[in-house]
T-cell receptor, first 116, second 114 residues
């Protein structure tokens, strides 16, 4: 079974500063994918970034980067130069690779608040 | 805009009733997923369809059923509704359903059972 743990229920950051949202995972699968999604107060789920378990380099997408430490089973999201619009709930999720069975397992989420 | 559409956006109904939630995947996506988001359970995977066939099942109650039609849209049917079924229901889609594919989520249907 897969498990995602997000230990920070809430985080605060000043506008223009960087912030790291923690995510640890547990799985017996050898090949898996890690995802981060953003959920603003409006409710939609927005895909941010993906990291494959065999990717040697950390994934980056604009201001988002994923600090992947496989041995520690962590996949932290780093948001650089925070903006007010980054205030939202952030979910870490994982999924087994090499299969067509699609279940995403989500963590409990972290609420990020960006202060001006 | 993810390209996944869901209707209706909001639904208010009474206990014991039946509702149908509809989802249209992104153009070209063959796989559709349903998730339930509630305060006490978080985000839970319900079921996956691929090109009209059920592919994977999660924590879906027997009172719930889903199907994917030849035009690839999907419907989630919830019957004998209980107060605890109040939640945000998401549909997501991906190209083929492979493990490394990104799932793109629709805006969700917010269900309130009174």
């Amino acid at each position: 079974a897969q498990k995602i743990t997000q230990t920070q229920p809430g985080m605060f950051v000043q506008e223009k500063e960087a912030v790291t949202l923690d995510c640890t995972y547990d799985t017996s699968d050898q090949s898996y994918g890690l995802f981060w999604y953003k959920q603003p107060s409006s409710g939609e789920m927005i895909f941010l970034i993906y990291q494959g378990s065999y990717d040697e380099q950390n994934a980056t997408e604009g201001r988002y980067s994923l600090n992947f430490q496989k041995a520690r089973k962590s996949a932290n999201l780093v948001i650089s130069a925070s903006q007010l619009g980054d205030s939202a709930m952030y979910f870490c999720a994982m999924r087994k690779s090499g299969t067509s069975y699609g279940k995403l397992t989500f963590g409990q989420g972290t609420i990020l608040t960006v202060h001006p | 805009d993810s390209g996944v559409t869901q209707t209706p956006k909001h639904l208010i109904t009474a206990t014991g009733q039946r509702v149908t939630l509809r989802c249209s995947p992104r153009s070209g996506d063959l796989s559709v997923y349903w998730y339930q988001q509630s305060l006490d359970q978080g985000l839970q995977f319900l079921i996956q369809y691929y090109n009209g066939e059920e592919r994977a099942k999660g924590n879906i109650l027997e009172r719930f059923s889903a199907q994917q039609f030849p035009d690839l849209h999907s419907e989630l049917n919830l019957s004998s509704l209980e107060l605890g079924d109040s939640a945000l229901y998401f549909c997501a889609s991906s190209v083929e359903g492979a493990g490394d594919e990104t799932q793109y989520f629709g805006p969700g249907t917010r269900l309130l059972v009174l």
